[in-house]
C-alpha cells in the first residue's frame, strides 16, 4: 500500500515537471515584463492622473470663458477684470500671489496630464505591434478618436495663446498694449480668428469625450448614467466651446470694437 | 454563393505574414462561418496545400475558442462569436477579409491562431476566490441581493475570447478584467480579495503587452456576450478605492 502510494506520488511529480518544461520550451514565453503593482505603475493610475488633472482644466475653462464674456461689456469693464485678476487676494495675501497660485496648479496639471497621456500613448503602441490589413469602426467617436492628436493640437495652441494675449509677444498690439487693445487687434485678422476657432472645436471634442471617459475612469458610470453623462458631455462641449468662439468672431463682424 | 477570402497566413510566429487570397465556390448561406472555413481547408487539403490553421471547439457560442477579425469587425458583422455567425450574413461574391485578433498579448501561433495564455496568468493573478474545503456550505447561509447577483451574472457571462482587445483601438484588456473583477467583487465570497485583486490583475493585463483604457466603447460593441462599459467603471472604482486604502501588494 505504501509502495503504490510512493509510486503514485513519483508519477504525479515526474507528470509535473513534464508540463512545466513543455511550458516553458513553448510559444508563448509568458510576460515579457514583470506586473508592476506598485501604486503609480498601473495604467488606471494613470487614467486617473488624466481624469484629475482634467476636471482642474474644465473648472478652469469655465472661468476663463465666463471671463471672456466681459469683453462685451467694453474695453474698461474688460481692462479691469484683467486688473482684478491680478490683485485677487490681495490684501489677505500680496499682488499676484492667487494668481500664481494658479498658474502653477494649472502648469503642474499640464504636465501630469501629458505624462500620463504619453505614458499611455506608448503602452497602447506596443499593444499593437502588427497594424490590421482592415480594421472598421463599430462604435467610436469622432471625439474619442481623435484624443490624441487633439491634444497635441491643444498644448500648440495655448503655447500660441499665451504668447498672444497673455504676453502680447506675437500680437499685433505689441507687449505694452492693454488686454482689450490684444484682443481686438489680433482677432481682426482672418487668420487668426480661423486658427482659434480650429483651436477651440478640437478643445471642444477633447471635452466631449474627457467628460465622459473622466466619469468612467473615476468610477462613477454605470449602465444608467451612461446616455444622460453622454448627453450632457456633449451639451457641456457644446456650451464651452461657444461661449469661447463668441468672442473672437465678434472681433471679427465687428461687433467689438 | 461565391466568396473571395482574403485570408493571413503566416507559417509561424517568427516568420512574417500576408494576406492570400482564394476563391470558393458553392457557398451555402446556412453554413456556419467556421464550416465555410472548413470546406476551404478540405479544398486546400485536397490540392496539396496546407491548411487554415484557426481555433475553434465548442462551435456553439459559449467556449470562447475561435476568434476572428472579418472584414475588420472582431467575430463579424454580427454581435455574436465566429461560430455562431452564418454565411448569410454576406452576399453572393463579397471579398471577405479575415485576419488573426493582433495584440502585443496574443501572439500569433499559425496564420489565425493567437495564444491566448495571457489571459489565463491574469485570471491567475486575482481572478478567483479563496473557499475552504470541507462540508458544502448552507445554500442560504450567504445572502446575495437579487440586482448584485444578476450584475455579477451579467459579468461573469464573459468567455474570454478576446474579442474585447481585437477591437480596442488601444489593444486594451479592460473589458476581459473589468468583468471578472465585476464578477467576484459584487459577490460576498469575493469580499475579502476584492482590494488585492483588481490591484493585481490591472497590473498582470499592463504587463502582458495590452494597452490602456480610453473608454471609447469599441469593446462591448463587438462583446458576444455584451458586456456592458459599467464594468470598467466598476474595476476603475474599486482600483482607485484599493490604491487609496493602501491594498498594495508585496508581490
Same mark, same amino acid.
Given at each position: 500500500m505504501g509502495l503504490t502510494c510512493a509510486s503514485s506520488y513519483r508519477v504525479l511529480v515526474a507528470t509535473v515537471t513534464t508540463q512545466q518544461a513543455g511550458q516553458s520550451a513553448g510559444a508563448n514565453p509568458g510576460p515579457k515584463r514583470d506586473p508592476k503593482t506598485g501604486r503609480f505603475g498601473s495604467s488606471v493610475f494613470k487614467k486617473a492622473v488624466m481624469a484629475v488633472t482634467g476636471i482642474i482644466f474644465v473648472l478652469y475653462l469655465i472661468a476663463h470663458m465666463v471671463g471672456n464674456l466681459k469683453a462685451f461689456a467694453g474695453a474698461e469693464t474688460f481692462n479691469a477684470y484683467s486688473e482684478f485678476l491680478r490683485d485677487l487676494g490681495e490684501p489677505i495675501v500680496p499682488r499676484l500671489t492667487v494668481l500664481t497660485i494658479i498658474r502653477v496648479v494649472l502648469l503642474v496639471a499640464v504636465a501630469a496630464h501629458i505624462w500620463a497621456a504619453f505614458s499611455l500613448w506608448k503602452q497602447a503602441k506596443r499593444a499593437r505591434p502588427v497594424a490590421y490589413v482592415t480594421k472598421k469602426r463599430v462604435q467610436q467617436s469622432y471625439a474619442s478618436r481623435t484624443m490624441r492628436w487633439g491634444g497635441v493640437i491643444l498644448i500648440l495652441f495655448i503655447i500660441w495663446h499665451i504668447l498672444d494675449l497673455? #504676453?502680447?509677444?506675437?500680437?499685433?498690439?505689441?507687449?505694452?498694449? #492693454?488686454p482689450y487693445g490684444r484682443l481686438v487687434e489680433g482677432f481682426q485678422n482672418p487668420v487668426v480668428t480661423i486658427w482659434y476657432a480650429i483651436a477651440l472645436i478640437a478643445l471642444g471634442f477633447h471635452i466631449r469625450h474627457g467628460v465622459w471617459s473622466a466619469t468612467q475612469t473615476l468610477g462613477h458610470s454605470n449602465k444608467r448614467r451612461e446616455r444622460a453623462l453622454n448627453l450632457f458631455a456633449t451639451v457641456f462641449a457644446v456650451v464651452l466651446v461657444g461661449g469661447y468662439l463668441l468672442i473672437p468672431f465678434s472681433v471679427l463682424f465687428g461687433i467689438i470694437d | 454563393m461565391q466568396l473571395t477570402l482574403r485570408v493571413w497566413r503566416q507559417p509561424s510566429p517568427q516568420v512574417k505574414g500576408k494576406m492570400a487570397n482564394y476563391h470558393l465556390t458553392?457557398?451555402? *448561406?446556412?453554413?456556419?462561418f467556421l464550416e465555410m472555413l472548413d470546406v476551404l481547408n478540405e479544398q486546400l487539403i485536397l490540392d496539396g496545400e496546407d491548411p487554415i490553421a484557426f481555433d475553434h471547439d465548442c462551435? *456553439? @457560442?459559449? $467556449? @470562447?475558442?475561435c476568434g476572428l477579425m472579418i472584414n475588420g469587425i472582431a467575430h463579424g458583422? *454580427?454581435?455574436?462569436?465566429t461560430c455562431q455567425l452564418?454565411?448569410?450574413s454576406f452576399s453572393d461574391g463579397d471579398t471577405i477579409d479575415i485576419e488573426p485578433w493582433r495584440s502585443g498579448g496574443f501572439p500569433v501561433v499559425k496564420d489565425l491562431v493567437v495564444d491566448r495564455s495571457a489571459f489565463d496568468r491574469i485570471i491567475s493573478a486575482g481572478g478567483f476566490i479563496s473557499a475552504p474545503t470541507g462540508t458544502a456550505p448552507d445554500a442560504h447561509a450567504t445572502p446575495v441581493p437579487k440586482v448584485d447577483a444578476d450584475a455579477a451574472f451579467d459579468a461573469a457571462? $464573459?468567455? @474570454? $475570447?478576446g474579442a474585447c482587445v481585437a477591437a480596442c483601438p488601444n489593444g486594451s484588456a479592460m473589458l476581459f478584467t473589468a468583468a471578472k473583477v465585476t464578477h467576484l467583487g459584487?459577490?460576498?465570497? @469575493?469580499?475579502?480579495e476584492r482590494d488585492s485583486r483588481v490591484v493585481k490583475m490591472v497590473a498582470q493585463q499592463d504587463a502582458e503587452d495590452f494597452g490602456g483604457c480610453t473608454n471609447i466603447g469599441e469593446c462591448s460593441a463587438v462583446c458576444p456576450k455584451g458586456i456592458s462599459m459599467e464594468t470598467i467603471s466598476r474595476l476603475n472604482h474599486d482600483l482607485l478605492g484599493a490604491l487609496r486604502a493602501n491594498a498594495v501588494p508585496a508581490s
Open positions: 497673455t #504676453l502680447g509677444a506675437v500680437n499685433p498690439a505689441g507687449r505694452d498694449s #492693454l | 458553392d457557398v451555402s *448561406e446556412d453554413m456556419s462551435r *456553439e @457560442g459559449i $467556449c @470562447g475558442s458583422p *454580427e454581435q455574436t462569436t452564418h454565411m448569410r457571462t $464573459c468567455i @474570454g $475570447c459584487l459577490l460576498p465570497q @469575493g469580499q475579502p
